[in-house]
């Protein structure tokens, strides 16, 4: 048996998914002609009160379409230190766009009105010119993190006063509305500009929307083309995740639950740590806001911990010389997740 927990992007369509996939109704993209591609995205731009989507092949994708839309060669992007789009998405930003990225150290992803103020340059022909600010919710890195509204809300005022666009990596976002009780609509609101992922804890196999005004997305639509997305007949995989928008964001719940039953049992074993900026080596199972859960090991490298895991079937990542990663997700029950403290336990101790 293989308890899977290097990432929720290992989600594999249900049954009914690909009943739904199978069947989709399909036409040519591109010429705006694939009816399941439309009805996708005309169902998340009503359910995050935007005017309109486009549907995108991956989260990468559409952030950095995104980046392009808002921003021309030289401009600058604020953003946290381990944004997803600094972080992981192969230098793209300056690669794609010509951007030039500053970064707000956050407390696990998260960065306040404050923090950003502070970094605002005047305008002077020394400095490049600041064009973007992007958040991430929940943050990855920051252990699924969830950013309070309230905060997005005084960092939406302070762009707009600065006349910048806010754009946000909600690779995520369900599950952040989930936990939260708040709205899609509400929680995109203050955003210029959203991309949301069906391919991560929803369990689609493909697909990403990029979702904001008619502007902005005929724009995107452009660069969308340009970076080499524009698909076809991509109704077959606009349906898993049409499918998956209909029917997997509630049970994202039970991926939170889990985490928290992970996060707890592993707050038992000696030398373990919960949470990217635990304290020496205290544990906070209330740092587990949704479904990632970090944690640190004291005494073995995190690399050496993950292979020996692997070699008796617990798959987790190392995201760090000592930190370590396991995400919940739809491909593991709460019972194999009961099972997983035991196991790592009886690692650590050999
Ligand atoms: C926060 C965040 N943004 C963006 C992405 C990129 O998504 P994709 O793998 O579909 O390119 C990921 C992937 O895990 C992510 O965690």
New binding site residues.
């Given amino acids: 048996m293989i308890i899977d927990l290097r990432?929720d992007?290992i989600t594999k369509p249900t049954p009914a998914m690909r009943e739904a996939m199978a069947n989709a109704e399909v036409g040519d993209d591109i010429f705006g002609e694939d009816p399941t591609v439309n009805a996708v995205e005309t169902y998340v731009a009503e359910l995050l009160g935007k005017e309109a989507a486009v549907y995108m092949p991956?989260?990468?994708?559409t952030?950095q379409v995104a980046l392009r839309v808002h921003t021309e060669p030289g401009d600058e992007i604020i953003l946290e230190s381990e944004a997803?789009i600094y972080y992981?998405e192969g230098g793209a930003p300056a690669a794609l766009s010509g951007a030039m990225c500053r970064l707000i150290k956050g407390d696990k992803g998260i960065f306040t009105a404050t923090d950003l103020e502070s970094e605002l340059r005047p305008e002077d022909p020394h400095f490049p010119t600041t064009k973007l600010v992007c958040l991430?919710n929940t943050h990855?890195r920051g252990g699924g993190r969830i950013f309070p509204l309230s905060e997005i809300e005084a960092i939406a005022r302070l762009c707009q006063s600065h006349h910048l666009k806010l754009h946000l990596?909600g690779?995520?976002f369900w599950n952040a509305c989930v936990a939260t009780g708040i709205s899609e609509a509400d929680y995109a609101k203050p955003f210029d500009s959203v991309s949301v992922?069906f391919?991560?804890g929803l369990g689609a196999p493909v697909g990403?929307a990029l979702v904001g005004s008619q502007e902005t997305i005929t724009r995107a639509r452009r660069f969308r083309k340009m970076f080499g997305g524009g698909m076809r007949q991509a109704g077959i995989i606009a349906a898993g995740a049409l499918y998956a928008l209909k029917n997997h964001r509630e049970r994202l719940l039970e991926d939170h639950i889990n985490a928290k039953i992970l996060a707890k049992g592993l707050q038992s074993i000696e030398g373990i740590a919960i949470g990217e900026a635990a304290a020496p080596w205290a544990i906070a199972p209330e740092n587990v806001q949704t479904n990632i859960v970090i944690f640190k090991i004291k005494d073995i490298p995190a690399r050496v911990l993950a292979r020996r895991l692997q070699e008796i079937g617990v798959l987790v990542l190392a995201t760090g010389s000592h930190s370590l990663r396991a995400v919940t997700s739809l491909m593991v029950t709460q019972e194999q997740i009961e099972q997983v403290p035991e196991l790592v336990k009886s690692v650590i101790s050999q």
Avoid: F, P
């Fill in positions: 990432s992007t991956s989260g990468t994708m952030n997803h992981y991430e990855n990596d690779a995520r992922c391919s991560k990403s």
